[in-house]
């Protein structure tokens, strides 16, 4: 089975200011895919970054950047220089393949930015 | 940007009814899903589809709960008697060749 576990259920950072979301997840299956999806008050699910497990090199979207750990299964988000909209719910998800072709979120983080 | 429709957005029922949510998702994709999140809880897997016919399903997706791609486009959810702990946000999504997940805009069902 797979899991996706997000310690940390609240964070804040200041407007400007790096901050670091944490993923943990577990698979046995060895193709599978990693998200992060943004989930603001409007309760729309956006997709944020995605990662290819097979591909070493961290995914990066503008702002948004990945450290992904292959061997600790650990998959953390970066948000450089926060803005005031990125104030949201941030899930991490895991797609395994050749089985079960679902996303499976972990319980979320909710992020504040404070001007 | 193609994106994933849903309708209704708002859908307010009273308990034993019926419900039909409705998706029409990205015309190319290959699976098709059903997840739902009650208010601040985590979001959850209800039903995969792909080949016309269900992929997977939860241990939530009970007898209550059908879906149908009647047409080749649109992507349907059925309650069939809801319940008060049916009431969330309905998230129909997609997955094309490109391994990403697109989400609609979501149905949040109310069961009174």
């Known amino acids: 089975a797979q899991t996706v576990t997000q310690s940390q259920p609240e964070m804040s950072v200041q407007e400007a200011e790096t901050v670091t979301l944490s993923c943990t997840y577990d698979?046995?299956?060895?193709?599978?895919?990693l998200f992060w999806y943004k989930q603001p008050p409007s309760r729309q699910m956006i997709l944020v970054i995605r990662?290819?497990?097979?591909?070493?090199q961290n995914a990066t979207e503008n702002r948004f950047s990945v450290n992904f750990q292959k061997a600790a299964k650990s998959f953390s988000l970066k948000i450089s220089d926060s803005q005031l909209g990125d104030t949201a719910m941030y899930f991490c998800a895991l797609l395994t393949q050749g089985g079960s072709e679902k996303l499976v979120f972990g319980k979320g983080t909710k992020l504040t930015v404070n001007p | 940007e193609p994106e994933v429709t849903q309708t209704p957005s708002h859908q307010v029922t009273q308990m034993g009814q019926e419900v039909i949510l409705r998706c029409v998702p990205i015309s190319n994709h290959l699976y098709f899903y059903w997840y739902r999140q009650i208010l601040g809880q985590k979001v959850e897997f209800l039903v995969s589809f792909y080949n016309n016919e269900i992929s997977e399903k939860s241990e939530i997706f009970d007898d209550q709960f059908s879906v149908e791609r009647p047409d080749g486009s649109n992507f349907t959810l059925k309650i069939r008697s809801t319940k008060l702990e049916d009431s969330a946000m309905y998230f129909c999504a997609s997955l094309g060749a490109e391994v990403k997940l697109f989400f609609g805009s979501g149905t949040q069902l109310s069961v009174l």
């Open positions: 698979t046995s299956e060895n193709n599978y895919y």
């Open positions: 990662q290819e497990a097979y591909k070493q």
